[in-house]
Nanobody, 127 residues
Framework: QLQLVESGGGLVQSGGSLKLSCTDS????????MGWFRQAPGKDREEISC????????TYADSVKGRFTISRDNAKKTVYLQMNSLKPEDTATYYC????????????????????WGRGTQVTVSS
């Protein structure tokens, strides 16, 4: 069972950096594809990054490509999102999410299938 908890959010000035962490307090982290999502007030939730478990493939939304980097440390049961060159439009609640990578051909970042979610951490970027 996954229990995902995000941390690392806060207030930062435009151009600054933050590093988000998502730690699983359960026992099944090794078997999951991990993703980061965000949702700003009045807007739809969007997937911003994803990392597979076994193939090590990463994906990024066009809005964050070149500025954000996703990584994972399976020994620490943690996925990270390093955010650089932050912009006011990055202001949102950031969520980590997971989906099973165990089934045949399931270790993919294809924009769907996430089943477990953290409660989110707020990121606010001031101008």
């Amino acid at each position: 069972q996954l229990q995902l908890v995000e941390s690392g959010g806060g207030l930062v000035q435009s151009g600054g950096s933050l590093k988000l962490s998502c730690t699983d307090s359960g026992f099944s982290f090794d078997y999951y594809v991990m993703g980061w999502f965000r949702q700003a007030p009045g807007k739809d939730r969007e997937e911003i990054s994803c990392i597979t478990r076994y193939d090590g493939i990463t994906t990024y939304a066009d809005s964050v490509k070149g500025r954000f980097t996703i990584s994972r440390d399976n020994a620490k049961k943690t996925v990270y999102l390093q955010m650089n060159s932050l912009k006011p439009e990055d202001t949102a609640t950031y969520y980590c999410a997971a989906k099973s990578a165990y089934a045949y051909r399931s270790d993919r970042c294809d924009g769907s299938g996430f089943t477990s979610w953290g409660r989110g951490t707020q990121v606010t970027v001031s101008s």
